[in-house]
């Protein structure tokens, strides 16, 4: 069964920093794509961003890039975000899902920027 | 990087079918078949029921279908269930490299 556990949400002031953790179990992690997906509260989901296999290319949401980096350690089966400059804005539940077509979704953590 | 459109609300009774549209433009839905559709319950993370326009995972009921014309996708739930009151949203790949979602509808059984 394949797992993604999200963590490192928490409460941060605005400028701040925060990095989020995506631990992957039961797949062969190194062989999908990885996403970033974020819902502020009461809202849509909103893409934010994903990374190739092997990191080697990554892709961002407008909204957040040049702030946010996207990142693996297929050694370790996790997938990492470094939010930099957060806005409120940024508030929001983040996700980690796998590529298509499988899309598996971890529970969220949930990044509070006040 | 616009949000698809999908239709802010749909309702039916028991029973009946919907459909909900997705509809994106020519740099997204339109170009490739890379159009999926996820279920999110209150509070719960979300759950694709449809990946690639049509293909349904294993798991999922058959009463779920997803199809696509030109820059719109569609997903039609028939035999409409009480447990099929959600949240639903499409997404598609873009000629940007980036994804996208839809706004979100919210599905309610009368």
């Known amino acids: 069964e394949v797992q993604l556990v999200e963590s490192g949400g928490g409460l941060v002031q605005p400028g701040g920093s925060l990095r989020l953790s995506c631990a992957a179990s039961?797949?062969?992690?190194?062989?999908?794509?990885m996403h970033w997906v974020r819902q502020s509260p009461g809202k849509g989901l909103v893409w934010v961003s994903r990374?190739?296999?092997?990191?080697?290319?990554?892709y961002y949401a407008d909204s957040v890039k040049g702030r946010f980096t996207i990142s693996r350690d297929n050694a370790k089966n996790t997938l990492y975000l470094q939010m930099n400059s957060l806005r409120a804005e940024d508030t929001a539940v983040y996700y980690c899902?796998?590529?298509?077509?499988?899309?598996?979704w971890g529970q969220g953590t949930l990044v509070t920027v006040s | 990087q616009s949000a698809l459109t999908q239709p802010a609300s749909v309702s039916g009774s028991p029973g009946q079918s919907i459909t909900i549209s997705c509809t994106g433009t020519s740099s997204d839905v339109g170009v490739y078949n890379y159009v999926s559709w996820f279920q999110q319950h209150p509070g719960k993370a979300p759950k694709v029921l449809i990946s690639d326009v049509t293909q349904r995972p294993s798991g999922i009921s058959n009463r779920f279908s997803g199809s696509k014309s030109g820059n719109t996708a569609s997903l039609t739930i028939s035999g409409l269930q009480a447990e099929d009151e959600a949240d639903y949203y499409c997404?598609?790949?873009?000629?940007?490299?980036?994804?996208?979602f839809g706004g979100g509808t919210k599905v309610t059984v009368l």
């Open positions: 990374i190739k296999t092997d990191g080697s290319a990554t």
């Open positions: 899902a796998r590529d298509r077509p499988t899309w598996d």
């Open positions: 039961g797949l062969r992690f190194e062989g999908y794509w």
């Open positions: 997404n598609s790949y873009t000629t940007s490299g980036t994804w996208v």
